[in-house]
């Protein structure tokens, strides 16, 4: 069964940094491009970025380029998002998903507050 | 950006109903539609890809058509672990994205 879990979400002042973890089990991780998907509160989905199996980033929107950048271990099924200069927009449940053009399984999230 | 945009954005509906969602692409995205299911607290649940195709384990009551630009999600039959909030999301240009959300209630 395929299981993706979200953590290293909390509350972050404007500015700050956080890193998001998200541990897949279920799968071959390693053949796999990954993406992160955030939802502020009341708004829609938001594409985030998505990193290839080997590790190519396919996408950052401009809300975010040059302020987070993704990873992976693949020895650790492993899946990042470092977060930085956050800003308090970047409010939100972040969803890491299996695969590139669309996530054919998802994680439950993890809320990243950003607030003073 | 290609722009997606989901009608409506609620309905209601009592258990055995047929439901349909549309969404509208601002240009072409040929067969690159896919349909999430979701509920607050929830991972988010890919119902159908490639505008018509079934994931693995989805019932047979979500049906997806279109191509273009316009495309829709029916429900063929309402159940009660349906009820939830429906996105649409192109994967034909980048970055991918998403429809504003239908929230299907019970009526």
């Known amino acids: 069964e395929v299981q993706l879990v979200e953590s290293g979400g909390g509350l972050v002042q404007p500015g700050g940094s956080l890193r998001l973890s998200c541990a897949a089990s279920?799968?071959?991780?390693?053949?796999?491009?990954m993406s992160w998907i955030r939802q502020a509160p009341g708004k829609g989905l938001e594409w985030v970025s998505t990193?290839?199996?080997?590790?190519?980033?396919?996408y950052y929107p401009d809300s975010v380029k040059g302020r987070f950048s993704m990873s992976r271990d693949n020895s650790k099924n492993t899946l990042y998002l470092q977060m930085s200069s956050l800003r308090p927009e970047d409010t939100a449940i972040y969803y890491c998903?299996?695969?590139?053009?669309?996530?054919?399984?998802w994680g439950p999230g993890t809320l990243v507050t950003v607030s003073s | 950006d290609i722009q997606m945009t989901q009608s409506p954005s609620s309905l209601s509906a009592s258990v055995g109903d047929r439901v349909t969602i549309t969404c509208r692409a601002s240009?072409?995205?040929?067969?690159?539609l896919n349909w999430y299911h979701h509920k607050p607290g929830k991972a988010p649940k890919l119902l159908i890809y490639a505008a018509s195709t079934l994931q693995s384990g989805v019932p047979s009551r979500f049906i997806g058509s279109g191509f273009g630009t316009d495309f829709k999600l029916t429900i063929t039959s309402v159940q009660p672990e349906d009820f939830a909030t429906y996105y649409c999301?192109?994967?034909?240009?980048?970055?991918?994205?998403f429809g504003q959300g239908t929230k299907v209630d019970i009526k």
């Open positions: 990193l290839t199996n080997r590790g190519y980033s396919t």
């Open positions: 240009q072409s995205i040929d067969r690159s």
């Open positions: 999301q192109q994967s034909y240009g980048t970055p991918p994205t």
């Open positions: 998903a299996k695969g590139r053009d669309y996530g054919d399984y």
């Open positions: 279920g799968f071959s991780f390693s053949d796999y491009s």
